[in-house]
């Protein structure tokens, strides 16, 4: 634990900075720049965050991740797994709130608790599960009561004996499950949820990305 705790205090104050760009996204930032957000947690399911975002930028600076249709958007996102898909659930998402009257923050905002926003997410956004709805209200500010469980945090959740073991899959009750057990971890080693993740991601990257 202590290995934990000294990382944490090492890492804290880019954490703290991290969250406050994060908050920024949604108190500031506009539609486009939230469907970024959204767009980049539709790819990073089984592949690299950093070529994730890589692509996003590369869609956003072409325009196609506002205007092009699926077959030119697919073009581009060779650096990422299942782009066909993943191109379609980009253009079906942007159709859900750019051709529609309510945007993003509209829709999210209906909703008081972060829990109630995931769920939303987690029903209506296709190609998004628990995890990815978890990680773009991250990536928006919202770092409280949720967990991210992507293999990084399941590896470090192993090593430090708040599970038993990694499992092979996780459908919505194990989530839930293994989100509860991070939280009671979380309280006793008095460290925030919303920053465990970071300190986890940074043991396996040394770095604090998205």
Excluded at 33 to 45: A, D, H, I, N, V
Excluded at 161 to 184: L, R, W
Aim: hydrophobic share 35%; charged share 30%; glycine share 2%.
């Amino acid at each position: 634990m202590k290995e934990l705790t000294d990382t944490y205090y090492k890492i804290k104050k880019n954490i703290l900075n991290r969250i406050i760009e994060f908050k920024s996204v949604w108190n500031e930032a506009d539609e486009k720049r939230l469907f970024q957000e959204l767009s980049f947690c539709l790819l990073t399911p089984q592949s690299k965050a950093e070529n994730a975002w890589k692509t996003i930028i590369k869609l956003t600076e072409n325009n196609k991740l506002f205007e092009a249709n699926t077959s030119s958007i697919s073009n581009d996102l060779n650096l990422v797994r299942f782009k066909n898909n993943k191109a379609s659930y980009l253009v079906e998402a942007r159709e859900m709130f750019f051709n529609n009257s309510k945007g993003i923050r509209e829709t999210l905002s209906e909703f008081t608790s972060v829990c109630e926003k995931r769920k939303w997410l987690n029903n209506n956004i296709k190609g998004y599960g628990l995890k990815e709805s978890s990680h773009f209200l991250r990536n928006i500010g919202f770092v409280e009561d949720i967990a991210i469980l992507d293999r990084h945090i399941l590896k470090n959740l192993k090593r430090f004996n708040v599970i038993s073991e990694i499992p092979k899959s996780i459908p919505e009750k194990k989530y839930f499950q293994i989100e509860s057990q991070m939280k009671k971890f979380s309280n006793e080693i008095r460290i925030p949820l919303g920053h465990l993740d970071f300190i986890f991601w940074y043991n396996e990257t040394h770095t604090i990305f998205k």
